[in-house]
């Protein structure tokens, strides 16, 4: 299983960037969907997640400004960032917990991470 982010790039402050992540490969099942990121310095922390059923979480700093939605048939995430901040500039990582076949159990994917740059 292989999952490709791109998206990332540089973006003055208060414009607007969307993040893809596609996954390949062998899946049977993905549970929860999500976008983390990592900025200099910092941890790495949960942007965003968005499970099976649809429910949606978000990290406090970016609510009302980031949109996470999937599209199930093509296993792809997306993160709709506007009003994006000097404070969102990260490596923005995408995740996935899944099953390869009915018997595996749910392990982490993880895609390489795109870097976002909020800059004037």
């Known amino acids: 299983v292989q999952l490709q982010a791109s998206g990332g790039g540089l973006v003055q402050p208060g414009g607007s960037l969307r993040l893809s992540c596609a996954a390949s490969g062998n899946i049977f099942s993905i549970n929860v969907m999500g976008w983390y990121r990592q900025a200099p310095g910092k941890e790495r922390e949960l942007v965003a997640s968005?499970?099976?059923?649809?429910?949606?979480t978000f990290v406090d700093s970016v609510k009302g400004r980031f949109i996470i939605s999937k599209d199930n048939a093509k296993n792809t995430l997306y993160l709709q960032m506007n009003s994006l901040e000097p404070e969102d500039t990260a490596v923005y990582y995408c995740?996935?917990?899944?099953?390869?076949?009915?018997?595996?159990?749910?392990?982490?994917?993880w895609g390489k991470g795109t870097l976002v740059t909020v800059s004037s």
């Open positions: 995740n996935m917990k899944m099953k390869r076949w009915w018997g595996d159990s749910f392990v982490d994917y």
């Open positions: 968005i499970t099976g059923g649809g429910s949606e």
